[in-house]
């Protein structure tokens, strides 16, 4: 499965290859440092390249799944199950089928529309029940009965979410190797 290269993906890869400092921050599991400098030194550029929304979207995909990786946490990402594309299932779907209270669902939807948001929430309800257990990646502050991170220039609450999902899969045991001591 041959993904398109995408512009937003290929400004975000090409910075942290050049990045002299990211290895650094990532070897002392600096994850916030990280996503404070990848922000600081990218949004600019692409909250402008195609529709906003999206951008960012893909911005804060390709992230995540950057970090999960660097931070050794079981994902699955972008995964068609029950008819839908979930962005990032973390440990997995076996885990999702088995026990929903084990498993956490981010969705990052390309939208700041709240209906569409809201939309999206309610399909995802119907595969993982646990309400609690699905978090939002935004583009932007929106009220929503949901935890949610934004990743914004304002608002950088998004530079938590490895830290947050690490604490998840500790507490709940999916971390077998409990790399990030939280």
Known sequence: MDEEINPVKEYLFEYIEKSTTIPELIKEQKFDKVIEEITANCYDKISKIGIKDEAIGIFATGILHYLLTNALL???????????????????????????????????????????????ISQLEKIQPIKENIWLVLSEEIQIERKSFVLSEENLSFKKIIFEIAQFSNVNGTNKFKILRI
């Open 74 to 120: 079981n994902s699955q990402r972008k995964v068609e199950y029950e008819g839908q594309e979930l962005d990032i299932v973390i440990p997995d779907i076996k885990t999702l089928e088995k026990d929903p209270k084990m498993t956490l669902v981010i969705c990052i939807p390309k939208s700041s529309d709240k209906k569409v948001i809201e939309q999206k």
